[in-house]
């Protein structure tokens, strides 16, 4: 199994400020083939599914405003939001999905300060 | 718009086999571009890849469920579902059915449904 590692656990940030949210995974995601790193990061409301915000590691899904960017590659990932709004308190999760067995990380859980 | 319903009882009890079902709306289980994935999330805790399926019947399942889920698909019924056995409270969950885009992420979810093992 590949292990995906978050950090941090949990992450408090003001309104307007930037929030970063790591992802290690212990091998890596990165397809020779196509040069496409087979990670992607969700977000979790209360009471929610969780929701798509970035696949191949820096791709944006459809209708994610742009304050959402995800960058890396091989092992190591980073999410950010640019300026933190009150709707993206959430748990957010990185997901490999470059074995036919995906896994996922523990969750970060982003509140404001 | 496509959307996904899970259904199937609430309680199981220890030992027993866990079914559920996912009817698929507004689009076709047939669809050759998608595969339909089972997830499950116990409480509080994250996510956890349980299996998926092709419209044709081929199947991956996470090794850790150690051979005891199955899942299926009913292109009549466009519906796929999971039987998942000799269940324990560490089986209590919330399950979503979800599909799987061709690019390999997770594009669409249920709302999912809770099922609990207890006796």
């Known amino acids: 199994d590949i292990v995906m590692t978050q950090s941090p656990d949990s992450l408090a940030v003001s309104l307007g400020e930037r929030a970063t949210i790591n992802c290690k995974s212990s091998q890596s995601v990165l397809y020779s083939s196509n040069n496409k790193n087979y990670l992607g990061w969700y977000q979790q409301k209360p009471g929610q599914p969780p929701k798509v915000l970035i696949y191949?590691?820096?791709s944006r899904e459809s209708g994610v405003p742009d304050r959402f960017s995800g960058s890396g590659s091989g092992t190591d990932f980073t999410l950010t939001i640019s300026s933190l709004q009150a709707e993206d308190v959430a748990v957010y999760y990185c997901?490999?999905?470059?074995?036919?067995?995906?896994?996922f990380g523990q969750g970060t859980k982003l509140e404001i300060k | 718009q496509l959307q996904l319903q899970e259904s199937g009882p609430g309680l199981v009890k220890p030992s027993e086999t866990l079914s559920l079902s996912c009817t698929v709306s507004g689009g076709s289980i047939r669809n050759e571009n998608y595969h339909w994935v089972w997830i499950r999330q116990p409480p509080g805790r994250g996510l956890e890849w349980i299996g998926r399926i092709y419209y044709s019947g081929t199947t991956y399942y996470n090794p850790s469920l150690k051979s005891r889920g199955t899942i299926s698909v009913d292109t009549s019924r466009n519906q796929f579902s999971l039987k998942l056995s000799s269940v324990t409270a560490a089986d209590t969950a919330m399950y979503y059915c979800?599909?799987?885009?061709?690019?390999?992420?997770?594009?669409?979810w249920g709302k999912g449904t809770t099922v609990t093992v207890s006796s």
């Open positions: 979800a599909r799987r885009n061709p690019l390999g992420h997770i594009d669409v």
């Open positions: 191949w590691a820096s």
């Open positions: 997901q490999q999905y470059y074995t036919t067995a995906p896994t």
